[in-house]
């Protein structure tokens, strides 16, 4: 009787066991080397600029007053490559904490430009001590929609809509 009883215990909880078993993708390589994939950047129409040098002062501001720090050993004005520092808000609790880094493109196309953005988003999956950073286990997840879609317009409404001008609004 009591073998039954474990074997029943153990067919009943053995699903609830294997619940958390499946992968996740943790981060535990050079965060530096993290780069948003392709398929996620999102971009802007085309649209005419005075000059590349305000448009890129245009981009570092609207990252900054959106709270991100340019990594300067990571942004190319060459490349025309805007890099942050990684925007980090530990929580109290696994998946509670957050950390974010922006990616800002300047595309030229012929007399105009675009402008690409990412925003990079990972999860602390550290369970034991979620509220130290050298012990965070970072774990790869979607883009940002909202803050990438934000970075976006604070770079593109800074200039004619219609592209028609050259001078900002």
């Known amino acids: 009787?009591?073998?039954?009883?474990?074997?029943?215990?153990?067919?009943?909880?053995?699903?609830?066991?294997?619940?958390?078993?499946?992968?996740t993708e943790l981060f535990n390589g050079d965060p530096d080397a993290v780069t948003p994939p392709e398929a996620v950047w999102q971009e802007t129409e085309t649209f005419a600029v005075p000059s590349v040098d305000l448009l890129w002062e245009r981009a570092?501001?609207?990252?900054?007053?959106?709270?991100?720090?340019?990594?300067?050993?990571?942004?190319?004005?060459a490349d025309r490559k805007i890099v942050s520092n990684w925007v980090?808000?530990?929580?109290?609790?696994?998946?509670?904490?957050?950390?974010?880094?922006?990616?800002?493109?300047?595309?030229?196309?012929?007399?105009?430009?675009?402008?690409?953005?990412?925003?990079?988003?990972?999860?602390n999956a550290d369970i034991d001590d979620p509220m130290?950073?050298?012990?965070?286990?970072?774990?790869k997840t979607e883009l940002d929609v909202s803050r990438t879609a934000r970075l976006l317009y604070g770079i593109r409404a800074g200039f004619e809509l219609d592209g028609n001008s050259d001078a900002p609004k």
């Open 1 to 23: 009787m009591q073998i039954r009883r474990r074997l029943l215990a153990f067919v009943l909880a053995g699903p609830m066991f294997c619940m958390g078993c499946e992968t």
């Open 132 to 139: 130290n950073p050298a012990e965070a286990q970072w774990e």
């Open 88 to 123: 980090t808000h530990l929580g109290t609790a696994r998946f509670q904490g957050i950390r974010r880094r922006a990616h800002i493109t300047l595309v030229p196309t012929g007399r105009q430009w675009a402008v690409r953005v990412a925003v990079i988003k990972q999860w």
């Open 60 to 77: 570092i501001a609207t990252m900054e007053s959106d709270g991100y720090d340019v990594d300067t050993s990571r942004t190319k004005y």
